[in-house]
């Protein structure tokens, strides 16, 4: 008989940093996904913010299939079609003339902290190294990105510490004036802080932040690792801000499932990344890059954009909705696919309660934090997907609040 695998064997064999749910997912297709048990659920969470065009998108299936049966890796001694293929679409679609392909949203921005720094070393000296992030931020967990990440709690026990990273209030232009001088390399910013809790930033602080920068040859850096790609209803959240970074990184919903980021920039920060100066052994592999080609052109379309608009604004209505049914919600905020219902006074604390009672009542969600449940569905999604899934959410919270 075949060994059979449940959540037990997680604790048997693997290490203790993540606790998953008692559901083990086997398949989906579009926003609707199926447990090992044959239990359905609509999915609302798309991973983490990941799966932009649902489960089994068959421009993406075909991609990879298609390239599977060419060639897998290279390494980055040669180079290949699909990475080039790739970087040429993204650098006509974007501000950025130049790519640097990593594997993961930590990887890239590990990479743009390093050029930063690089970058203000070669045309500044090595007094101007200064990181400035803000508080509640999330970059990724290798040393560097917990360390540039304002959240105290993912650097704890940790020590000792890269140094040379400030941080300060997020939307607070008064407190960030107070630490940016000559001797700051980067300024790292999410256009909505996403693991922090949905909350998006005030657009006459950031400008006023590019403003600053430019005064003291600060480069900004945007991580879109969880709003790019499309999620909020531009191919980038910088595009509906009035507002240029001098890098950006990118990763979740790039490869739509499959690990792939980027980090992008301009010609003339690029050129301190000469070569030996920084590298990766998968980035640009040519199955993530033919992958992320299909979402990019599927994606970057004004009808689809246009979509994640339209099908933001339905659930935007029905979580409101149920939010005034339960007195459960304070306030839903953010942007097309990237949605924060917020918890009232009652229930903070709590998000992890939402996220269970959804699962029981089949339909997936996310936490932003302990006061937030998330949302970040496929812009894919269908009529009939948004309303089986707000219907099973709503019969989750009443059985939460009974
Ligand atoms: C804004 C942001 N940056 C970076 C990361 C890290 O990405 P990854 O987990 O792919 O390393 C995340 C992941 O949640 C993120 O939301």
């Not at 609509?42 to 932009?52: M, R, T």
Request: aromatic fraction near 8%; include cysteine.
């Amino acid at each position: 008989m075949s060994k059979s695998y449940t959540r037990a064997t997680f604790d048997e064999v693997m290490v203790p940093n993540y606790n998953p749910s008692e559901i083990i997912p086997e398949r989906g297709e579009g926003s609707r996904v199926w447990d090992q048990n044959g239990n359905e659920y609509v999915d609302f969470a798309g991973g983490i913010a990941v799966s932009i065009l649902g489960h089994k998108h068959p421009g993406m299936v075909k991609a990879l299939k298609d390239q599977a049966d060419k060639i897998w890796h290279l390494s980055n001694v040669f180079t290949n079609k699909p990475a080039l293929e790739l970087a040429d679409k993204l650098t006509a679609a974007t501000f950025a003339d130049k790519v640097f392909f990593a594997n993961s949203g930590g990887e890239a921005n590990e990479a743009a902290f390093k050029l930063a720094r690089r970058y203000a070393h070669d045309n500044f000296g090595p007094e101007k190294s200064e990181i400035i992030s803000f508080s509640k931020s999330f970059h990724g967990r290798t040393l560097f990105t917990v360390c540039v990440g304002g959240q105290p709690k993912y650097t704890e026990g940790f020590e000792p510490l890269p140094g040379g990273i400030l941080h300060t209030e997020y939307n607070n232009i008064d407190a960030f004036k107070e630490l940016i001088s000559d001797k700051t390399c980067a300024v790292v910013m999410e256009p909505i802080q996403g693991e922090g809790g949905i909350i998006p930033a005030d657009p006459e602080f950031v400008k006023e932040v590019r403003e600053l920068c430019d005064k003291h040859n600060a480069l900004l850096v945007f991580d879109e690792v969880q709003t790019g790609f499309g999620r909020t209803g531009d191919l980038y959240a910088y595009m509906g801000m009035g507002v240029t970074p001098d890098i950006l990184t990118t990763a979740k919903s790039m490869g739509g499932g499959f690990p792939i980021g980027a980090m992008i920039t301009t010609s003339k920060i690029a050129a301190s990344l000469v070569p030996g100066t920084h590298g990766s052994t998968y980035g640009g592999n040519p199955l993530g890059c033919a992958v992320s080609l299909a979402v990019l052109d599927a994606i970057n379309t004004p009808e689809m954009m246009t979509t994640v608009k339209e099908q933001s604004a339905k659930i935007v209505k029905g979580l409101e909705t149920i939010g005034e049914k339960y007195g459960v919600f304070s306030e839903v905020r953010g942007k097309g696919m990237l949605l924060g219902a917020v918890l009232s006074d009652e229930w903070k604390g709590k998000a992890r309660k939402f996220l269970e009672a959804g699962w029981a009542n089949g339909v997936m969600c996310l936490v932003a934090g302990a006061d937030v449940v998330r949302l970040a569905p496929a812009a894919t999604i269908t009529d009939a997907d948004i309303e089986d899934g707000l219907a099973r959410l709503d019969k989750a919270i009443a059985s939460l609040v009974a």
